[in-house]
């Protein structure tokens, strides 16, 4: 395989482009002996002359021509790496991976995309669905460039392999069954509900809150049903199986019917979503303008916030 330099071929198209190894020498700041040399070591390298005689000047050859045709496929690719490049450099444009766990997908990723589409269209988010813990993995593992997960699953502030940063506060709401006799509760306190037989996951940071929220509100929960998927948590309760802790960003509307969803505005339990990259990478364009979509698309939903 032939080891090409560039600098042959630049010489090679501004022959073609000025008629003349003088104009072409003065066109790339060379001496006109300078250029014939460099013309004489590519003719060696292809092993055919790329330039004859003809009158008093010279002209191409039809090797020069052959090759010639292919180095312009060369100049305008690295044409395009380099206008790709100035992009990535300025934030623009570039490939950033991203590791979520689900909730925040629809209701934060999603929405980051869709205002990068508008502000920053050479920027392609590639979305990768993780449990919480796991999303911080993938991050260590150069997996992903951007983390977003929670905050009680995420490194110390004192890890130096992470920069975390916060991004939204996602109020956490109680699911019952629609007909359950405090449904319609205005104020509902949530140790109302210590004798309900409780839904939430056997293991993980889930578990964590909701026993968490329960006892600062003074009790703890028993445990009827273990489930960590959604979809699985929220047709349990549609079922009359039981209540469940809930965060806003999960709730589907689709199960409006079904399911009361209600604030506890009283206990105002909460978990946080934070973002994370790895450290030293916190000030990469092309991160912190993804960062700041995600910030952006977090202040755009109300739902997701205290004040």
Not at 32 to 40: I, R
Request: glycine share 8%; proline share 7%; net charge neutral.
């Amino acid at each position: 395989m032939k080891e090409w330099d560039l600098r042959k071929l630049q010489i090679l198209r501004a022959l073609h482009d000025t008629g003349t190894v003088t104009a072409a020498a003065a066109a790339l700041r060379m001496t006109p002996s300078a250029v014939s040399q460099q013309l004489a070591a590519l003719s060696k390298q292809i092993g055919a002359p790329v330039i004859e005689a003809r009158g008093r000047g010279v002209r191409l050859t039809g090797a020069a021509h052959v090759l010639l045709r292919h180095a312009e496929v060369v100049f305008a690719q690295l044409e395009r790496a380099g206008a790709e490049l100035d992009g990535y450099a300025r934030g623009d444009a570039g490939l950033v991976r991203i590791g979520t766990i689900a909730t925040a997908i629809s209701r934060l990723v999603v929405p980051a995309v869709e205002l990068l589409r508008t502000s920053a269209p050479g920027i392609t988010l590639s979305v990768r669905e993780a449990e919480a813990a796991e999303v911080y993995e993938d991050l260590a593992a150069g997996e992903v460039d951007l983390a977003v997960s929670l905050a009680v699953d995420a490194p110390s502030a004192r890890d130096p392999r992470f920069v975390v940063s916060p991004l939204l506060t996602d109020p956490l709401d109680v699911a019952l069954p629609a007909g359950h006799p405090l449904a319609g509760v205005p104020g509902l306190r949530l140790a109302r509900l210590a004798e309900e037989p409780w839904i939430f996951g056997s293991r993980g940071p889930w578990r964590e809150i909701t026993l968490a929220a329960c006892a600062d509100a003074g009790f703890v929960p028993e445990q009827a049903h273990a489930a960590a998927d959604w979809p699985a948590i929220f047709s349990l309760v549609a079922a009359g199986m039981g209540i469940a802790l809930v965060p806003r960003m999960a709730f589907s509307g689709g199960l409006r019917s079904s399911v009361a969803v209600r604030p506890l505005d009283a206990d105002r339990p909460r978990r946080r979503i934070v973002g994370a990259v790895r450290g030293g990478a916190e000030d990469a364009p092309l991160l912190r303008r993804t960062m700041a979509a995600l910030r952006q698309a977090a202040e755009l939903d109300p739902t997701v916030k205290f004040n």
